[in-house]
Structure formats: C-alpha cells, structure tokens
C-alpha cells in the first residue's frame, strides 16, 4: 500500500481527486512497474513456484512487456484474476494488460470494448476421460456428467456441442481446476473438460497419467492472447509488437543467449537489425527505447524458447508445439514484418 | 416375654460393627458410570451408540496420525514412504507451512516480521479484554495499530509515527475544544488537527523517504492464515466505532438520521456478504474516480468493516435497549446534553452489556475472512484452494490441508469464545 | 436524548439558534447530514457516470433477454442452453429457495436434537455434542462446505459400482441409490387426472395393450395439496369436538383411529384415482437414469449448512431450555403432569420465547450463507446470475445489483414473517 494513498484516504483528500488517466504508457513509466493481471493458478501458463515467483508461459509475456517498457523484467506486478474479476480488473484500469488464458471472441473485443493484441497460444477445449471407461470419442458420452471449470467460454462451448450432437449431460461446474480435477479423480464426474492445454498440464501432475486420456474432439476455437483496453492504441501497439517480436525471433533464429551478441555486432539480415534497433527507429515510432525488443528478448527469450521452457514437450506438462508451431513449421504462429 | 427368651438368645452383640464401605455399585467409577451412563434402558443404549461413534472417529483418525510420514517433498515421496498403511501425507504442512501461514508472495527473510507483530498482540490486547490489568497497560493497545502497521507493511517509520502524532493531536485538540465550545465543534477541531498533521506527515513521508526505512512489502504480497488475522482484526477494531454510531443513530430522534442508519444496517444484513465482496472486487472501482487504485485488501476491509459494523451496531442497539429508561430519564435530569450522557451514563453501561456479543460478532467475522478466497486473494482457503492443491507436487492431498486450516481456525476461534463466556460469568457476579 | 425543555425565547428567530438551540439544533444536525449524504453519493454516482468504461458500455439490462448458452445441473423448472439470462437466474433463485429451506428445516432438527442431548444425564452423550457444537462452531463454514463435498465425493460409490450381477452396491430398497455424484430417488408421476390423454395402444408380445401416459399437468398435484388441507382441517375439528367432548364429560373420547382415517383414507383415495405411478431411477449408460436426482452440489451444500447452522440453534435451544426455571418443572410435576406433557405444555412453550428471536437470525444466516454454493459448483443465483452470466456477460454492475436486490428482498421477507409469528408466541403483557 502507498503510503501517501493511505493518509490521502483519511484525510478524505480522494474526494479532490478527479481527472481521467492519462496514457497507459505514461501511467506505468511513472509507476515504474507493470500491473499484469494473470490467473489464479494454472501450471505452466502462469503459476508462482514455491518461492512465491510467478512463472509461465502467460507470465513471460508480462515480462516481456514490462523489460521492452522500463528495461526490467522483474518491474511487473502480477495481478491474479479470476474468471469474474478479469475484466473489471482491466476495465477499471487496475490492470495494464491481461495475459491470462481469455479466448478472443467477438464480444468480448466489441461489446465489452477491449483489444486483443494477438494470440500467443492456439488452444482448443478438449475432453479427459478415465481409460477404463472405454471411450474413444466424445460422441459417445451421452447421458455422462460433465466436470468443467468455469470462467471462460467453456460451458457455452460444451452446451452447444452435446445441443448439436443430441447428447444430454449432467454439468457440474467448478470454479477452480484443482477441484475439479480433484472430482474428476474421485470419479464424481465421467468427463472433466477444459482446455487442452490444461488437461495436458493437469493430467502430467496425476499419480497415473496413463489411466487418463484426452479424447481426440477439440470442440472450440480457443486463441488465447493478451488484451488490453479499447481506446489506448499506442499501448495496444507495444503490447501488440512486443509479442510480435518474440515471435519474430523465434523466426529469425534471435534466442536469449545470441540476442546480445547480434545486437552488439549488427549482421547483415536487415530484419534482425531493425528488430533489435541496430538499424531503423521503430522503438521511437512506438513512445521507447531503441533497444526494446532486444531488452524483451534478452528477458525471456523468444516464442520458441518460452514455449519450450513452460509447457514444452521437456517439461513435465508436455505439449506438443501443434498449431502454436512457427507457419514456416506448419504451424499458425505468424508475426507481420518488422519494418 | 423377653426374659423368658433372654437365655435362648446364643449371641448378643455389645459392640458397633465397624462401618462397612458402600456396596461396590454405589462407590466411586461404578457408580458414576451408573448414574450417568446406565441410568435406564434407553440412557445404556445412547451410551453403546455414543462408544461406538467414537470409536469409529478414532479407529480412523489415530492410524492417519500415527502412520502419518512428515518427510518427503512431494506426494509421491509421501507414497513411498506410506505404502497405503493408511497414514497422513503431512509433508505438504512441513513443505508450505510458511505459505499456509503468510501466503506464497511475502518475502520470506521478513516473515519474523509478521511473527513479531503476532506475539506484540499478545502484549496489546489482554488490556482490553481482562479489565483487571493495570490501565496503563492500554499504552500498549493504542500503539499496536501503528507498530504493527509497520512491521507489517514495511516503509519508513514517519507514516506511523505522524498517523499516530494525529491521532494524540486530534484527541487533545478535540477535548480543548469540547471544553470551550461544546462536543460537535469539538469533534470538528479535531478532525482538523487530524488532518494538518497528517498532511504534514504525508510531507515529510515524502520529502525523507528512507528514515528508520525497513523494506515495505504491498499488500498485495499478504496472504496464508496473516491475512485472515489482519483482515478480522482491522475490521473488527474499525467497525466497532462504526458500529457505535450507527446504534446511536438508529436511536436517535432525527428522522433522517436515523433513516440513513436503518435502512444501512438492514441492507448490509440483508445481503450475503460475498455479494459485498463482489462488489468491492468488481463494482467498486467504477465508483471511485479513475485512477485512484485502491489495493482489493483496502476495498476489502472496507467491505467488510461495513459488513460488521452493521451487525455490531445491532448488538450495541440492543445493549441500549436493555438499559432502563431510568438511566436515561436520571441523565436528562441531571442537565446533561446528548453526548455527556452517552458518553458518561448510556454507552458505558450499554458497551459492558454488549461485549459477548460483540466478541460473538468478532469470531464469526474471523470466520468469514474466508470468504475472500472466492474473489482470488489467498487467504488460508485461498492457498490450499488454489497454488497448493493445484500444485504438480501435492496433487491429491486434501485432508491434511484442511486438517491444517481447521485446526488453526479452531484454535483462535475457540480460544475467543471461550474468553467470551469467562466474560459473561464476570459481568453475571457484576450484576447479581 | 436531546432536551427539548429550553424556554421559548421572547425575541424573535436569530442565526445563532440554529446551533444554539436546542429547538433549532436538531434541524441544523439533520440538514448538514443530508447535505452530506447527498453530497457523498452525488460524487460516487457522478464518478460512475464518468467513468470512460461504463461510458462506452452504459448500464443495461438488455443481456437477461439474451440467450444464456450453458446448462444448469439442478434444473427444477424447465431450462436447457437455449433460455435465456432470466431464466436461468430464476432456475437460480429457485434452487437458493430450495436450499436454504431444506437447510433450514434440517438445521432446526439437528440443533433441536444436539441442544436437548447436550442437557442429557448421559455423560458421553453430553460430551460428544459438546465436541459437536464447539468444532461446528469454531471452523468456518466455507471449509466446511469444501470439506463435506470432498467427503462425499470420495466416499459414496460410483454409480458404475451399482453396475453388473454381483455389483459391489445396489439401490437402497431397489429404489434409491446413493453414488457421488448425487442421490436418485423415485418420482412420483400421474397417468389419470386433469389434462390425462387417451390411453396409447402399445404392443406387447403380438397382444395390443392400453397405457395410459404422464400426466404433466402440476394442477393434479394442487389436487393432492387441497386433499391434504382438506384432511388437516378435519383432524382439527375432531381434536376440537375431543377436547369439548372433555370439557362437558371429563372424558377424552379416543378418536386416533378417526383422525388416523381423515389423514389416509382421502389422500389414498386421491391418489388413486389419479394414477399415481413411481418412476424408479435406474442405471442406463454413465448415469443413473429417470426419478428425481439431488445431486451432490446440493447435498453437500445443504448438509453442511443443517449441521454448521444446527450448532449454533443447539446453543439457542440449550439456553432456552436452561431459561425456564425448575420451579416451572416442579410446579407442572406437582399438578401432576406426567414428564412428556411437562415438556410438550410447560417448558417448550416458555422456551420456545427465548429460542425464537436467534433462531429467525440463523434462518437468515443460512439464507446468506447459501451463497457459498459457488465453492461447490450449486447453481444457485450467485452461481447463475453472479457467476456464468457475470462471466459470459461481463456485466458486472447490473447482475450484482440484481443479486443483492434478490437477497435483500428475501432476507426481509423471512424476518417480516419470522417477526409477525414472533409477536404472536411473545408473552402478552399487559
């Protein structure tokens, strides 16, 4: 708590203050930090470890963010959001940006006036069953009761998938996925269903992984990315191409142990250059330094590398790259040109 | 007659029988257990079903303990070391007893801070509640707030020490007033002494950041069973005042007064305390002008104290009521205006009566800290419900977990009820 | 206490009396509280309507006609994903309703049960409930809650346990089977009665069979809850001419077998001819199939708050038996009145005064309290409304004035009725 926050209270100085906030990018300059508004708790994605540090593949885009603004990494206040409080959180200003698994629909873009930067992660809500159960497809689990935790379009998806297939369903929604899973494993539930993802993520923490499987339906599109308020596009925009330089580098081979060097001794790929401010003045025609990107790289690494070290196939959670691979892999992981 | 048998009697006793002792089913264990636990058919059967239920508790509950392992960094070492004989996995307690007890983000080479400001409770607050301690010893409850504030908070010392300084400042301003122009201007001339010298506080916060600085942790970082404590303990020291206006003022005579008051404190109880909680966690930053960011524990206490300062005023209302009109009639007669006779005959009286119910109100707004779980703080619930039960390590353990969050509850909560009811045996001899 | 005894002054109005006066003073007081109410919340309203976010997005109720999207488990009107918001907030506040009335039953019987053991002579007995009402009273109910979901879920069978020939469970009397994932009980059903359709010709094994279908008409059951009323209303007037009977003769005429006629013989009658059929849940595929389910969101919520709640009625109801003072007993002993009647005509009643007034404060508690569905996924309205809606919407501001307004409305309505009975069962005094 800020202190002078706290006497302005008491003496009831808040009832002068007024005006409307200025530019989100002012704002955190002058803060010195990041509000970044992440879950409560998801592993791999953004889940603090047991000294209480947030890491994960949506915490490094905070990051990120927070070292291409003010240089610092660390200079990011996590905010945990639930399902319900994320968007108030952002609305109201008591978070700079989100970057918690919210899937970009239309709505949510328009009618609740918020900008989706892009999408750092392709997900899609899938089923886990136990093996023994005997179902190979999702088809086939009329009549069962459905875990879901809920807080994101999940139940809308799974209505409308048991509505179009002319399946009915028990629904059991809970709010946080440890207890739901903890139904799940106590067989309260057939189905639990969530993100694939998070399936992965959970299933990989279970005593006997084996004795779960996720069923091959995706039954929605769930682009998951980090937003931030409708009406401030100059901070959209660093959000917006901070993400787009990680990917970028990926792309151009840029990781976190050569992204000095290459900046330091500029080569001849114009693109590179340009991105690590070798070359060009993009940081300037964003409001920064010339260096962000390079900073933001050096802070996290890039898409590739957070990927590999969150939710990667040598991690305990284990995804496989799939969609989120680079297009040039197959995959749907694109950033437009830096120029 | 009785000569004619005198010699066929053969023995005549002439001395007394030494006393027998009671038959063995009228003495000592038998006959307790007779009494009162085989006094008739149906008492027997309760007792049978009564061992039984016990039995049943303990044949569970004691190989959990015994055979429980405290070795092990996660569930599966917790397996291994088992074998499925059935104990408890309390490794979890020993791996993240710091975070059940000050949440996963306060910086651990600070936790003695917290700690210290826990055991200067034990200083500050027996004051208050046992009324045969020395007075002067309430020096130390009216510097608790401000020592503790900054243990835990961190910061410079200057914010606290001029909070303080404005608090003395507005008492003594306020009683120089009273006593020149009545109670009301009095009041006013405090609240302005308060806030000169708490601007002037702000000042120099700002212009000498680093005097007596310790590091400051936000209160963002506060979490585990710490912030239950300083959620119920700042909201129920708050709300008590609160609490008192408002009972005043749902008695008094002005009608619009007392119309804000009620209508207030029969909303607040009529409305789940959860739904406050939304509304502090989602609604209220609409209301706040844009760009004032309140941390969610500052709206929270808010919440809260509303909360219980309406049920609190309720308790004190009724305090008043039970007073008899004669003090309030022997008040008016003696001359005194309204607040003399608040302050000096009603609320004094008034307050003794309510305090068990006050404490009453207190425990179960402990209780209801909980609640803030459900708007993602992480309170004690909050860490078990979410980062340690969702954690790859402890996947799966529940029980100890919540054997954990009961038994710490149970401790503080059982420990104020008792002292409640040791109150009310007190004020009862008071009154008889 | 303000005196209003100053004398009137002779001169006329001055600035001064406004503080001076007592007669003014009051006035002066009101006015600079009103002043500043409406100065407090003309600055709270005016930073709502200010503020950019609500400007673009206005306050609206327009989304409860929208279409909701999402199932609801516990479903005691016709819903499915295709309602809308308003319909599924009201599937919401029926099931709070349902909730908080089961509770409040179940908490009055617990607390009755545990209060009157804890004044036993069975020292056990008295312990034991004393270890009941401290641990209940001490932890708070959200873990609780959390606790008793987590038991029942892991402690009740699977339903695929009921399954096969030697299966390791089987239903309760053939009818009720209790799983983890909720409790099935038969459902009664009516093939005759208001709105019956002809019988549908069914073949069975060549041979052409009539069978009457479901009658979904609910005015059958208004049927069956008139019978019922009729019936009370007939046992009362024979226990009214029994007790005339005994004030002229001295004699109580025995007249349970007529009472006992006036409860059955007309509800059986009744159902009779309505056809009253039980459909009996059986086990089809992943789940229990047909009857009516309570599913253990339900359960666990309803359980937790009986026994939460009933800790803290037993208390009530220990110091209300505690109030009436022994004399009471002795004196109802000396008139010689056996033990049962002493209970039933002297100290319930004088008890019951005391018991009352907290008793009404837990009902509202547990009314509150049902909020705390959200821990164990019960669609209740905080789950509806304050939760999937809030979410899917993102229309924070209307739905959690919508939820407040439904708890306000129905805290007062519970005390408003719990205060009307309370008057009628106070002592009159005169």
Known sequence: MKNSVLLGTLAFAGLAAAGASAATLDDVKARGSLNCGVTTGVPGFAEPDANGVWQGFDVAVCRAVAAAVLGDPEAVTFVPTTGKTRFTALASGEIDMLARNTTWTFSRDTDLKFDFVGVNYYDGQGFMVPADLGVSSATELDGATVCIQTGTTTELNLADFFRVNGMSYEPVPIETGAEAVQQYLAGACDVYTTDRSALAAQRAGFEAPDDSVILPEVVSKEPLGPLVRHGDSEWADIVRWTLNAMISAEELGVTKDNVEEMAASPGDNPEINRLLGTEGELGAMIGLDATWAKNAIAAVGNYGEVFDTNIGESTAIGLARGLNAQYTDGGLIYSPPFR | MSDAHAHSVAFVRDSEIPPAPPPAAETGVVKWMRENLFSGVVNTIMTVIGVFIIFYLLSGLIPWIVNGTWEGASIRDCREVLQGNGGGCFAVLRERWAQLLFGFQYPSELYWRPTLAFALLFLAVPPVLFFKLPRWMLVFTALYPFVAFWLIWGGTAITPIFLLLAFVAAFFAFKEGEKRFGFVAGLAIGLVAFAIVAFIGDFVASEEPGWLRITSVPSREMGGFMLNMILGLVCVSLSIPIGIVLALGRQSRLPIVKGFCVVFIEFVRGVPLITLLFVANVVLAYFLPPGTNFDLIVRVIIMITMFSSAYIAEVIRGGLAALPKGQYEAADSLGLDYPQAMRLIILPQALKISIPGIVNVAVGLFKDTTLVSVISMFDLVGMIRGPILSSTAWVGVYWELWAAACVLFFVVCYGISQYSQWLERQLRTDHR | MTTMTDPPQADGFRIGQLINDTRYRSYTFQ????????????????????????????????????????????????????????????????????????????????????????????????????????????????????????????????????????????????????????????????????????????????????????????????????????????????????????????????????????????????????????????????????????????????????????????????????????????????????????????????????????????????????????????????????????????????????????????????????????????????
């Open chain 3, 31 to 430: 006015f600079i509280a009103l002043l500043a109410l409406i100065f407090s919340f003309g600055w709270l309203i005016n930073n709502a309507i200010n503020n950019p976010v609500l400007q673009e997005v206005g306050i609206n109720f327009g989304f409860l006609q929208d279409q909701a999207g999402y199932d609801i488990g516990q479903r005691p009107i016709e819903y499915n994903s295709q309602s809308s918001h308003l319909r599924a907030s009201i599937v919401g506040a029926i099931n709070t309703l349902i909730v908080a009335f089961l509770a409040c039953a179940t908490a009055t019987v617990f607390g009755v049960i545990a209060g009157v053991l804890r004044l036993s002579n069975n020292w056990i007995i008295r312990k034991l409930m004393s270890i009941y009402v401290e641990i209940f009273r001490n932890i708070p109910v959200l873990i609780w809650i959390i606790i008793i979901f987590t038991v029942a879920a892991n402690v009740l069978p699977q339903p695929r346990e009921y399954r096969g020939e030697d299966a390791a469970y089987s239903p309760l009397f053939g009818v009720v089977a209790a799983t983890n994932r909720g409790v099935y009980i038969p459902r009664p059903y009516f093939t005759e009665g208001i709105g019956a359709q002809e019988p549908a010709a069914v073949e069975v094994d060549g041979v052409s069979t009539l069978v009457a279908q479901e009658v979904t008409s609910s005015a059958n059951w208004l049927i069956v809850f008139g019978v019922l009323l009729a019936s009370f209303a007939i046992a009362k007037g024979i226990s009214v001419w029994a007790s005339r009977q005994q004030l002229t003769t001295g004699i109580r005429p025995k007249t349970w077998y007529f009472t006992a006629a006036a409860w059955i013989v007309p509800i059986a009658v009744t159902l009779w001819i309505l056809g009253l059929r039980w459909e009996i849940p059986t086990l089809q595929g992943f789940n229990f199939r047909g009857g009516i389910v309570l599913q253990n969101p339900l359960l666990a919520l309803w359980f937790a708050l009986s026994i939460y709640t009933g800790a803290f009625i037993a208390e009530n109801v220990r110091a209300g038996i505690l109030a009436v003072s022994k004399g009471q007993t002795e004196a109802a002993a000396a008139l010689g009145l056996r033990p049962r009647r002493i209970m039933s005509l002297v100290v319930l009643p004088q008890a019951l005064r005391v018991i009352i007034p907290p008793l009404i404060s837990q009902y509202l508690n547990i009314t509150k309290n049902t909020s705390l569905a959200i821990a164990v996924g019960y669609m209740d309205l905080t789950g509806t409304l304050g939760g999937i809606t809030l979410n899917q919407t993102g229309r924070a501001l209307e739905c959690i004035l919508l939820l407040m307004a439904f708890y306000l409305t129905f805290s007062l309505a519970i005390s408003a009725i719990m205060n009307v009975y309370n008057n009628s069962v106070k002592l009159k005094e005169r």
